[in-house]
């Protein structure tokens, strides 16, 4: 078999757990976040949903990657491999995921700058403006996904450049498989290069996004970092550990799919820049990147206290009764769970 079964076990298995963690988040959340978590609650259910998503799409490409001189090349190895023209919508999918996530991290980040360091502006987030902060990352995951399917969309440059890595190591015939590749230049016969400003721009756009995005998540984080460490501030002890823990949380699930996801996608991006062969190890890419809808949950899971101790029962019966009709009725959080 041309493609490593380990690659398709490891894909299952984080797709199962996605789905088994998310929902146990999702439950959590609804039993257990209360009032106190205010329109957070929204945000957080928000990722869950999207995690699960993710997987789904996920599950549905089973992407192969393969880096080979200036390109890349990824094609569908799902059930949907030998229908091209939905392979490539797929494939467009799974990629502009990638949009979305960071994005939403970006969401979660101004959420808690605004709770922590801004709550008189918490209005922002009041009844059903909550849900136009979910506009950005569909407007930012509909470029991306857009900038996949129109700058790296299969052509017949691409299929004769892939044509012989596919039959040889993948043992497909690339005229009857789906796939995306950008392909940034290829060599004359003077050996000089021939760019493709295309693949170039859609690559470009995607540092982009994700840049403007990280860049934001760095300045909320460290602004909301100093303002929960400062004690001449008036905060109620119970309060300023919720919201450390909320910081903790999303602060990690910013680093998660930063090592699995953002990190190798931008190498895959940048190495065929250097015609820096990596061949079937890129599909090392495939593997951390469904490692993380089925991590994420479990962050949020382990590092909020009342959830944790929910799930592995260390919490007194009479705490868990109080704690689901308690409300903390400042910095951030709203009694009513408006």
């Known amino acids: 078999m041309a493609v490593s079964p380990y690659l398709r076990t490891c894909q299952f298995l984080c797709f199962f757990i996605a789905i088994f963690a998310n929902s146990l988040l999702l439950y959590l959340i ?68 990638f949009a979305f996530c960071i994005s939403m991290l970006a969401t979660h980040f101004i959420f808690r700058y605004i709770a922590v360091c801004r709550n008189n502006k918490l209005y922002y987030f009041e009844g059903y403006k909550v849900y136009l902060w979910f506009i950005p990352p569909c407007i930012l995951f509909i470029i991306w996904g857009s900038s996949i399917y129109f ?118 991006f940048i190495l065929p820049l250097f015609e820096i062969e990596v061949g079937k190890a890129g599909n090392l890419v495939g593997v951390t990147c469904c490692l993380y809808p089925a991590m994420d949950p479990l962050i949020a899971i382990f590092m909020i206290d009342r959830f944790r101790k929910f799930v592995f029962r260390t919490e007194s019966p009479s705490t868990t009764k109080s704690s689901k009709v308690s409300a903390v009725n400042s910095d951030g959080y709203s009694s009513t769970g408006k």
Not at 196 to 202: H, I, K, T, Y
């Open 30 to 97: 609804k039993i257990r976040a209360g009032s106190s978590f205010g329109r957070y609650r929204v945000m957080m259910i928000s990722f869950s949903i999207y995690a699960i998503f993710y997987a789904t799409v996920e599950i549905l490409t089973l992407p192969v990657m393969h880096l080979h001189g200036s390109g890349v090349l990824f094609y569908v190895n799902s059930i949907l491999k030998d229908h091209l023209k939905a392979g490539v919508m797929v494939s467009t999918l799974y990629c502009g995921s």
């Open 151 to 268: 700058n790296f969309g299969p052509n017949q440059s691409k299929r004769d450049y892939f044509r012989n890595v596919t039959m040889e190591l993948y043992e497909e015939d690339i005229d009857k498989i789906a796939f995306v590749a950008p392909l940034y230049f290829i060599r004359g016969q003077d050996g000089k290069r021939q760019f493709s400003v295309q693949d170039l721009f859609g690559a470009s756009l995607s540092c982009i996004i994700m840049s403007s995005c990280f860049t934001t998540c760095i300045a909320c984080a460290y602004k909301t970092y100093k303002k929960l460490n400062d004690f001449s501030i008036q905060m109620s002890k119970r309060t300023r550990a919720l919201n450390k823990q909320l910081f903790w949380t999303l602060g990690l699930q910013t680093l998660l799919p930063c090592f699995t996801q953002y990190m190798p996608v931008g190498l895959l």
